[in-house]
């Protein structure tokens, strides 16, 4: 989301340098993301409100265009959020102050969401949908596998090689099994989160 660099030069009343939360609120403000109040505050203890939420996310996943073409914040923000899956599995008013599981809930939803690319600038601006790229894929480096666990140390459903004790088999791919229980899961169809380092490289 590119908030390592950013403005140094205090932009809230509120958060100050000293502010444990000063980098990042500088870092989402220089992106676009959070606005402050007019009075020039940020308000970093105050609730989050959904309508809020979803405005972040929705410019974070990169769908800031489509909102404002559809009436700007918080009504194309919040369509756009529903639109793209943001506010699955929630039925909440948009002024509603976020409890800190639904606040987790639309976090969760949005890993999955394919990113928005500009690919176009000036007067060919143009956007497109990514095909792989998520937040999970791009900025916490892990994706998403799915498939059969066909081995573990002792257990092989395939009886054709041998794999170390901290390995297993998910499909025709070999991953170390890291501080998991998944080498006890030996036949289940699963979903699961992966860091790129874990994989090992194709079963021959």
Same mark, same amino acid.
């Given at each position: ?5 950013? *403005? ?32 020039? =505050? ?7 409100? /959904? ?32 639109? @793209? ?27 999955? @969401?394919?990113? /928005?690319?500009? *690919? ?35 257990? =092989? ?21 890291? =501080? *998991? ?10 979903? @699961? ?8 490289? /194709? @079963?021959?």
């Amino acid at each position: 989301m590119g908030l390592s660099a950013y *403005t140094e030069q205090q932009k809230f009343l509120d958060v100050q340098p000293g502010h444990w939360a000063f980098a990042a609120v500088q870092g989402v403000s220089d992106q676009g993301y959070l606005v402050g109040d007019a009075d020039g =505050n940020f308000r970093p203890d105050a609730p989050i409100l /959904m309508q809020e939420a979803a405005k972040v996310l929705v410019a974070v996943l990169g769908y800031g265009y489509p909102a404002a073409e559809d009436g700007g914040y918080p009504a194309g923000y919040l369509s756009t959020a529903r639109k @793209i899956g943001v506010l699955a599995g929630m039925d909440l008013d948009a002024e509603k102050q976020l409890s800190r599981g639904e606040t987790a809930r639309m976090f969760y939803n949005s890993l999955h @969401i394919k990113l /928005m690319r500009q *690919t176009g600038f000036g007067e060919a601006a143009a956007y497109e949908i990514s095909s792989n790229s998520t937040l999970l894929s791009d900025y916490l480096k892990v994706t998403d596998v799915r498939g059969t666990i066909r081995a573990n140390h002792w257990v =092989n459903l395939d009886g054709e090689y041998e794999i170390a004790e901290d390995q297993v088999v998910i499909g025709d791919k070999l991953y170390y099994a890291g =501080n *998991t229980d998944i080498a006890g899961k030996v036949g289940y169809l699963s979903l @699961i989160h992966i860091s790129e380092p874990t994989r090992l490289g /194709m @079963i021959s």
